[in-house]
């Protein structure tokens, strides 16, 4: 399962490999020569980076009760939080403004849009396919911090997430706090908390430290999950369905806004 390229997460790099094919459509294209007028590609650079604003604003308006106790999160786009129509709208409609004056760029202009939205659009789409056919609940059992064996694929049934996370990783320790509370707002969702290569002290040690109060801390001191998934940076939390289907899968530190999004689609 790969889930990024390098430390870039699949999601970018996806957005970035649909703004290349737009460039390379808008250079192909040929766009008459106006004096004034302003190139296709700077157009289609414009439209992505007003899209994407608009976008961000639509999820940070739709999720607004999740950012009042922390303004800051708004900031942390890497929580994936976007809505699609209204990027969708703003990056349009500010195209069709800025050639108001010179309608014969519009050709090139649209034709490289068109191709950078199908390029990102099917990549994203195949790939979110792919992880959804090849990933499922592992067949592993693993111990809990009570020494009582837990095998993760007895959830079936039930909506489940499974975070991967590690005591020395940053984001790990910043996205705790959200993940508790999600735990306590949401009986219905079992929360499995997989630490990754460290020993009962270690995390017994960090959860006083924390003053974290989790159900189903896991131990997986050989990492075993995420080799079998191919995880290789944390946090890594994977989203399940009560089918026991991957919906979503999210390399970072997770937002409350963009957790509950995610939750919301369970």
Same mark, same amino acid.
């Given at each position: 399962?790969i889930?990024?390229?390098?430390p ?7 957005v970035?490999?649909g *703004? ?12 008459p ?14 439209? *992505?980076?007003?899209g =994407? ?6 999820f940070? #308006? ?7 106790a ?6 942390? #786009?890497?929580?994936?939080?976007f ?9 349009l409609?500010?195209g069709g ?6 309608p014969? *760029? ?10 950078? =939205?199908?390029?990102?659009a ?8 792919l ?10 059992t693993?111990?809990?911090?009570q ?6 694929? %007895?959830?079936?049934? %039930?909506?489940v997430?499974?975070n ?19 735990q ?27 003053h ?9 001191? /050989?990492?075993?999950?995420? %080799? ?24 970072? /530190?997770?937002?409350?806004?963009g957790?509950?999004?995610? *939750?919301?689609d369970?």
């Open positions: 399962m889930s990024s390229v390098g870039v997460p699949l999601a970018v790099v996806w970035l490999v *703004l290349g094919m737009a460039m390379l459509v808008a250079s192909v294209v040929r766009a020569a106006i004096e004034g007028a302003p190139r296709p590609r700077s157009v289609v650079v414009d439209m *992505l980076l007003l =994407l604003l608009a976008g961000r604003a639509g940070v #308006i739709w999720h607004a009760a999740d950012y009042v922390d303004p800051w999160a708004v900031l942390r #786009i890497g929580d994936g939080g809505v699609l129509w209204p990027a969708l709208l703003v990056g409609g500010w403004w800025r050639l108001r004056r010179w014969t *760029l519009r050709r090139p202009v649209a034709a490289a849009a068109l191709a950078g =939205l199908l390029g990102w099917v990549l994203s789409t195949g790939a979110g396919w992880q959804q056919s090849r990933v499922s609940l592992p067949a592993i693993l111990t809990s911090l020494g009582a064996p837990v095998a993760l694929d %007895e959830a079936r049934g %039930e909506p997430v499974i991967l996370w590690a005591s020395w990783c940053g984001p790990c320790r910043r996205e705790m706090p959200v993940l508790a509370r999600a306590q707002r949401h009986p219905d969702i079992r929360f499995l908390f997989v630490n990754q290569g460290e020993t009962r002290d270690e995390v017994d040690a960090f959860m006083a430290a924390e974290l109060s989790l159900r189903n801390v896991l131990l997986d001191e /050989e990492a075993r999950v995420a %080799e079998q998934l191919q995880v290789h940076a944390y946090p890594t939390t994977l989203f399940f369905d009560g089918q026991g289907r991957l919906r979503h899968l999210h390399l970072g /530190e997770l937002t409350a806004a957790l509950q999004s995610k *939750l919301d369970l």
